[in-house]
């Protein structure tokens, strides 16, 4: 193959589901941003459904990794660890791995840690969506076994938005109760939910009124409630409702643990313009190098989270100054067109050797 390739590319990802969540958002975002760019891109998928996605997505469902594919395509990535394999039996010209989050890391996988290590270790370029992973990965594997490209985040900015003026000026003046949201999924320890929750529980022991509100993507709220009442309990809301949700809100409560492999939501609810208090963990804190728009707390701790958040509710001037930073911050660095762009070189480079 010729340097310097300028023909559309096909270009493929796997996934398990299609089901909402923010790691399929991130892949749907990937593929609209090569299509955009001129490139033939695609989802193939066993399970779920796209409809939750606002945008037109070309995904074909089949029953097993087996089944034939229309085309052959020049790159296909795998986009979970389980999809891996199946990519490398498929006739592809190169495999590629793409990585949002060590899963070795996590309780949850505990019991199969070997397994996806192995996985880890194939011989295969890997992409991410940070610095911060490249260097666990690299911490974790011999750096001569593969590559590791990061080609960065894509946040939708055209759609998640700051609030219309009139409501950006009802949040100056905004008086308890306070809307505290929080998005993630209980169950999934990375998410540290139950922390956030802690941290709320603290604030209304204090006598600080709080409308507390949560949206998930499996129903939690029973469990939940065992620490703290939910007021407003919200599962799979499209994006197009999280936008809503996002500019009602008043503070932003992002409660991950270290291994996080983003944080779309944090960064969704940024570009909206809401104040956030968010633990001090690497992905969180790689999005500018101020580190200035958000207020940080150590990761994991409810008590520090409450403190930080009751200050963020006294102080108008701080919120005001976060309204105004957040959207700053993430138009600069988290443009699809910017992502795109590194996608496309990547993948060339790739070919072209």
Known sequence: MKS????????????????????????????????QLGHQSCVLSRHGSHLWYPYDVPVQYVSDWDYPIDQKPDILVGTFWTTIDPALHMKATQVVHLCQGCEWN???????????EAVYAYPIPKI?????????????????????????????????????????????????????????????????????????????????PIRLIRVATSESRINEETITPVDAFYCNIPALEMVRIYQDADIFLASSRWSEGFGLPFAEALACGLPAVASAIPSYMSFDSRKDYACFVPEGDAMAMAETTRNLMADVGLRNRLTRRGPEVINKNFGAKMVGQRLEKYFKRLLNE
């Not at 996590?106 to 996806?116: A, H, S």
């Open 106 to 116: 996590t309780p949850e996988y505990e019991l199969i840690r070997e397994q996806i």
């Open 128 to 208: 991410t969506i940070g610095d911060w992973l490249t260097d666990q990965i690299y911490a974790k594997f011999d750096r001569n076994l593969f590559h590791v490209e990061n080609v960065g985040q894509i946040v939708d900015v055209s759609l998640f938005q700051r609030p219309p003026f009139f409501q950006r000026v009802l949040r100056r003046f905004k008086r308890p109760p306070f809307n505290i949201l929080i998005v993630g999924m209980f169950d999934a320890w990375v998410k540290g939910i139950s922390i956030a929750l802690d941290a709320v529980a603290r604030l209304r022991y204090q006598g600080i």
């Open 4 to 35: 310097g390739r300028s023909e559309s590319l096909k270009i493929c990802y796997l996934l398990e589901t299609t089901d909402l969540s923010g790691g399929v958002r991130v892949v749907f975002d990937q593929v609209r941003a090569l299509a």
